[in-house]
Every structure is written in C-alpha cells, then in structure tokens.
C-alpha cells in the first residue's frame, strides 16, 4: 500500500485538535497507488471465491459521507479492528478466528492476497471479516471518528530509496488519520524487517501527540506478543537472516492535554 505526503503534525492542545488543511480533504484528492496489483493467475477455485464470495464480503468504495462500520456486519461486532495490507491475510484470519465477536477490516489491492484469504475465510467459516480492496486512504476518510479499537499495518513495502520514502504507508498524514479514526486505548500494531524503516516509524509514532509507544524494554519490540501472530513476511525475513520489530503504540485519551510536538516530515 502506498504512503502519501505528510503534512506534519498539527500542534494542539489535546489529543482531538487535529484539523483539516483548507480545501478539499487531502485523502480524496487523487492517489497513486505503487506495487503490484495481480501475481500468478488464480486457480479455479480461486477464480470461483472471487466471483462468488468476495461480492459478499467487499465494501464498496465511498463516494461521499461516512461509513457507519457496524452495518457492514450481519451481526453488531463489539468492536471493529482495521489491517491495511494484509497480504496474504494469514494474520487476518487467525485473529478472526480467535475473536469472533470481533469485526475486522482487511485491506489489500493484490488479487492473489485477496484470493488467498477468501480461501481462508471459507476453510474457517469466518463470518466476521469484511474487505475493502481499493486504497486504504480512501476507506479510512470515510470511517467515523474514534471507531476502531485496533489497527495493524504489518510488513509493509519499506521503499527503502531515499527518493522512494514519500511512498511509504507509515507516515505522519496516515497517523493523523488513524489518530481520528482510533478510539481512546486503542491499540496501533506495526511490524517491519527493514531497520531503516523501523526507525522512521518509531520516529513518527513517538514525535506523534495521539500515541504513546508501549514498549518499556527491548524484548517488547523485538518479540511479538502471545496474541500477535505470524505472518509470512516475518518467516520469508527470519529464514534470509533477517530480524523484526514490532511497535505497540497506544491511541491516548482524547480528553487528556497533549504535549507539544514539532512537525515531522513524511
């Protein structure tokens, strides 16, 4: 998923005060999108689940106005998670399956990902997923304020050229939104194989007034919580030699004063 430039962060008195520049919403101006969209052709039954089930399941992307997330469900969930770029959405699944009562938001433009966990979906008889398959930016605009209670953006492309970085998903202007669309305690989930990416997360994160990073010694970042998965990024990363981190951050109380915070770029 592609990042977009961001506008620095806006300096403000508490933890709600974050405003719109003037003009037209900078998330539905025009976007491009990088990365591939479509792999190896799907396999039959592939091709079935997305004629047949994804149908089912897609958001449609929004025009106008906003999205109430409950009435996507066929049952009220008792909170509603986010992941932009689930990949493969081995993640996804899993989560959905330990929680429920949980509805979770998959979002993923790559048609094999997307095929990969509509067979998942189907194996596990998940009822509780729904897929936006369009830009991420676009469905966050158009989600309400405060109305998720977790967001995971894991392993994503770390355009690691200097020239690239305006590209990546991770940024001040997505944290400003996530900041809007997160409720009070809820919790941010982050994951990168990249060390030059990991410190331009943390940086952002922690320079960001509406987040409080949760880790309190290194294990915290460099292992991952009992409840957090495996994804197939992190064990393509761990068999090249490669070690991930993992950046816990929480959504602070909108109604607790923020410090002050100079703007970040990107």
């Not at 149908?55 to 009435?71: F, N």
């Not at 392993?155 to 944290?175: M, N």
């Amino acid at each position: 998923m592609a990042a977009f430039h961001g506008k620095g962060l806006i300096s403000s008195t508490n933890c709600s005060a974050f405003s719109e520049p003037a003009g037209q919403p900078a998330l539905f101006r025009p976007q491009w999108l990088y990365g591939r969209k479509r792999g190896r052709p799907l396999r039959p039954g592939q091709q079935t689940l997305t004629q047949e089930l994804l149908p089912r399941l897609a958001i449609d992307q929004p025009r106008s106005g906003e999205i109430d997330p409950a009435r996507l469900f066929a049952a009220a969930p008792q909170s509603i998670w986010l992941e932009i770029g689930f990949g493969g959405g081995e993640h996804l699944a899993v989560q959905a399956e330990a929680h429920r009562d949980v509805g979770i938001i998959g979002c993923e433009v790559f048609e094999n990902g997307i095929a990969k966990l509509l067979g998942e979906i189907e194996n596990r008889r998940l009822g509780n997923i729904r897929l936006f398959t369009d830009d991420a930016r676009l469905l966050m605009a158009a989600l309400p304020a405060a109305s998720m209670a977790r967001v995971f953006i894991l392993f994503p492309d770390p355009w690691s050229k200097a020239r690239h970085h305006k590209r990546r998903i991770v940024s001040s202007a997505t944290l400003d939104q996530l900041a809007r669309i997160m409720s009070d305690a809820a919790e941010l989930r982050l994951a990168t194989d990249d060390s030059g990416y990991f410190a331009w997360m943390l940086e952002r994160v922690t320079g960001h007034p509406a987040f409080e990073w949760l880790a309190r010694r290194p294990a915290d970042w460099r292992q991952r919580p009992p409840d957090w998965p495996a994804t197939r990024y992190e064990e393509k990363a761990r068999a090249a030699g490669r070690s991930p981190f993992f950046l816990r951050a929480r959504r602070r109380d909108r109604t607790v004063p923020c410090r002050r915070t100079a703007p970040a770029t990107g």
